[in-house]
């Protein structure tokens, strides 16, 4: 898990998403509060499922690598071969930022869809390709990824990352660039943080977020007695749901593990 955390750190902005997966029976709010415990600054994504796509193991730790286009590159102990996941990575990582595929076409619509998250771009290359199957494909791998985005911005609503999802909503308007029925998909999704929840749900976000600034900073002793106070204030908002999970978590025992 350190040498995952550190991985995600230093590569999650180029592309790498780490998923760290719970086996041993704990609940979700054991693992978060495990996690919180042992690593605070992990920003990994983390489930108690085993809907990730790796073969069973015997032992752990156990990993994966899977790559760009969904293929197992490889599974087994990472301690056992350290220098073969970091090739594995980087050589995945390589991909986001130059595309892949066998076509010069397919490469530059991949490079400017995951490597620049250009999906203007991405879209006026697929536009200026000959029609046929090939074309087709890419359009529809562009539309998969703007529909993704923009349910990711919706997805972080409801999970009372507010802040986040702003800074999501305003990376798709730059991203669909002066393409106009994306432009008048996504300036309602923006004029959402504008309006009274969005307003309540921004202002109980930046508060929760010193809470969990505080919960990286090592202090999680502190942090329930600040939960119940935010509480008292978040109302019936998304944020405030967000917060009763986090203290119910912080205030699951941990015995036995």
Same mark, same amino acid.
């Given at each position: 898990? /350190?040498?995952?955390?550190?991985?995600d750190?230093e &590569?999650s902005?180029? %592309? &790498?998403?780490?998923?760290?997966?719970?086996?041993?029976?704990?609940?979700?709010?054991?693992? =978060?509060?495990?996690?919180?415990?042992?690593? /605070?600054?992990?920003r990994?994504?983390?489930?108690?499922?085993? %809907?990730v796509?790796?073969?069973?193991?015997?032992?752990?730790?156990?990993?994966?690598?899977?790559?760009?286009?969904?293929?197992?590159?490889?599974?087994g102990?990472?301690?056992? $071969? /350290?220098k073969? *996941?970091?090739?594995?990575? +980087?050589q995945e990582?390589?991909? *986001?930022?130059?595309?892949?595929?066998?076509? @010069?076409?397919?490469?530059?619509?991949? @490079?400017?869809?995951?490597?620049k998250?250009?999906?203007?771009?991405a @879209?006026?290359?697929?536009?200026?390709?000959?029609?046929?199957?090939?074309?087709? #494909?890419?359009?529809? =791998?562009?539309?998969?990824?703007?529909?993704? !985005?923009?349910?990711?911005v919706a997805n972080?609503q409801?999970? %009372?990352?507010?802040? +986040?999802?702003?800074? @999501?909503?305003?990376?798709?308007?730059k991203?669909?660039?002066?393409?106009?029925?994306?432009?008048? =998909?996504?300036?309602?999704?923006? !004029?959402?943080? +504008?309006? $009274?929840?969005?307003?309540? #749900?921004?202002?109980?976000?930046?508060?929760? #977020?010193? *809470? *969990?600034?505080?919960?990286? =900073?090592?202090?999680?002793?502190?942090?329930?007695? !600040?939960?119940?106070?935010?509480?008292?204030?978040?109302?019936?908002?998304?944020?405030?749901?967000?917060?009763?999970?986090?203290?119910?978590?912080?205030?699951? /025992?941990? $015995?036995?593990?």
């Open positions: 898990m /350190p040498s995952a955390i550190k991985h750190a &590569l902005s180029k %592309g &790498l998403v780490t998923i760290l997966v719970e086996v041993q029976g704990a609940d979700d709010a054991r693992l =978060e509060h495990f996690l919180w415990k042992t690593f /605070p600054q992990n990994c994504f983390s489930c108690t499922s085993t %809907g796509p790796l073969p069973p193991s015997d032992g752990i730790p156990h990993a994966g690598v899977i790559g760009v286009d969904g293929t197992l590159l490889w599974a102990n990472p301690l056992a $071969e /350290p073969k *996941v970091a090739e594995l990575i +980087d990582l390589q991909k *986001v930022k130059k595309g892949w595929g066998d076509t @010069a076409d397919a490469r530059k619509v991949r @490079a400017a869809l995951y490597g998250r250009d999906l203007a771009g @879209a006026a290359l697929v536009a200026a390709m000959a029609d046929g199957d090939a074309k087709a #494909e890419l359009q529809a =791998e562009v539309d998969r990824r703007y529909a993704s !985005a923009k349910k990711a972080l409801d999970q %009372g990352r507010w802040l +986040d999802a702003q800074a @999501a909503a305003r990376d798709l308007l991203s669909v660039g002066q393409k106009a029925e994306w432009v008048a =998909e996504v300036t309602p999704l923006l !004029a959402e943080f +504008d309006s $009274e929840q969005g307003k309540a #749900e921004i202002a109980a976000d930046k508060k929760l #977020e010193k *809470v *969990v600034k505080s919960l990286r =900073e090592k202090k999680l002793d502190q942090a329930p007695k !600040a939960l119940q106070a935010l509480l008292k204030t978040t109302g019936e908002t998304k944020v405030g749901a967000r917060a009763q999970k986090l203290l119910k978590a912080l205030e699951t /025992p941990l $015995e036995n593990d």
